[in-house]
């Protein structure tokens, strides 16, 4: 199995995966991309795949609207993205994204976070050469589809690797590329379940069960709040 895959799993399992967590973290995501680009999806490429995403998430459609309507409310908030990036115990390094309409709480959220738990925020850049950034596709295999054709097709579209599992397929490739690749797989009428931009840790480490559990206090922290949209480590 492939580290895209075994990324996939881990993603699956974060700990902020409920409802009650996930549903708002998309909503930002989601009005964010209206407010920049318009509503409308089908003009509007990162709303498009913002909405994908919740989707696949099984979030209801109620509240998809009801996010991209927040974009133009005239008390709506400007939020912006901003990454952070940290040290936790055992040699485990954090590097966190935000969405937030308010930096000086998050940064004071972050840094309480960390402080609180053996933690210590790093310099902006200091990650820049320990994780990859790379766009993710995943969708099924239909009927009929030849892997190999297919990979051969998007190769010019920035593919770097392609991985099937269990009818599940991951097309990987550099951040740069999701645009190309989103194109594409959809003029080849493949049905994208999610389209994610992740990073990926190049020199990934590993740690005992009992240093994961010092470290997980630190992330199941930082998940809970409400501005941290995802949290990734070089942990294996």
Same mark, same amino acid.
């Given at each position: 199995?492939?580290?895209?895959?075994?990324?996939?799993?881990?993603?699956?399992? =974060?700990?902020? &995966?409920?409802?009650?967590? *996930?549903? +708002? $973290? @998309?909503?930002?995501? %989601?009005?964010? !991309?209206? =407010?920049?680009? &318009?509503?409308?999806?089908? *003009?509007? +490429? $990162? @709303?498009?795949?913002? %909405?994908?995403? !919740?989707?696949?998430?099984?979030?209801?459609?109620?509240?998809?609207?009801?996010?991209?309507?927040?974009?133009?409310?005239?008390?709506?908030?400007?939020?912006?993205?901003?990454?952070?990036?940290?040290?936790?115990?055992?040699?485990?390094?954090?590097?966190?994204?935000?969405?937030?309409?308010?930096?000086?709480?998050?940064?004071?959220?972050?840094?309480?976070?960390?402080?609180?738990?053996?933690?210590?925020?790093?310099?902006?850049?200091?990650?820049?050469?320990?994780?990859?950034?790379?766009?993710?596709?995943?969708?099924?295999?239909?009927?009929?589809?030849?892997?190999?054709?297919?990979?051969?097709?998007?190769?010019?579209?920035?593919?770097?690797?392609?991985?099937?599992?269990?009818?599940?397929?991951?097309?990987?490739?550099?951040?740069?590329?999701?645009?190309?690749?989103?194109?594409?797989?959809?003029?080849?009428?493949?049905?994208?379940?999610?389209?994610?931009?992740?990073?990926?840790?190049?020199?990934?480490?590993?740690?005992?069960?009992?240093?994961?559990?010092?470290?997980?206090?630190?992330?199941?922290?930082?998940?809970?709040?409400?501005?941290?949209?995802?949290?990734?480590?070089?942990?294996?």
């Amino acid at each position: 199995m492939g580290r895209a895959f075994e990324y996939r799993k881990a993603s699956k399992l =974060k700990r902020w &995966g409920n409802m009650s967590k *996930l549903f +708002p $973290k @998309l909503g930002k995501v %989601i009005t964010m !991309a209206a =407010k920049e680009g &318009g509503a409308d999806p089908d *003009l509007n +490429p $990162k @709303l498009r795949t913002a %909405i994908l995403n !919740a989707k696949a998430e099984n979030m209801p459609k109620d509240n998809i609207e009801a996010a991209i309507k927040r974009a133009s409310a005239k008390d709506s908030k400007d939020m912006k993205e901003v990454n952070f990036e940290a040290k936790a115990p055992h040699g485990v390094l954090i590097f966190i994204e935000c969405a937030t309409d308010n930096n000086t709480r998050t940064v004071a959220n972050v840094k309480s976070i960390l402080n609180k738990n053996n933690g210590e925020m790093l310099t902006n850049g200091s990650l820049e050469f320990m994780f990859s950034r790379k766009a993710i596709f995943e969708f099924e295999l239909q009927e009929g589809m030849d892997l190999e054709e297919l990979e051969l097709e998007l190769i010019d579209a920035g593919l770097e690797e392609l991985e099937e599992e269990d009818g599940v397929v991951l097309a990987t490739a550099d951040y740069t590329s999701f645009g190309t690749m989103n194109e594409a797989l959809e003029c080849m009428g493949v049905e994208i379940k999610k389209a994610t931009l992740e990073r990926m840790a190049n020199t990934p480490i590993t740690i005992s069960e009992e240093q994961q559990a010092d470290v997980d206090k630190i992330l199941e922290r930082l998940e809970d709040d409400e501005d941290v949209q995802k949290v990734y480590t070089n942990i294996a």
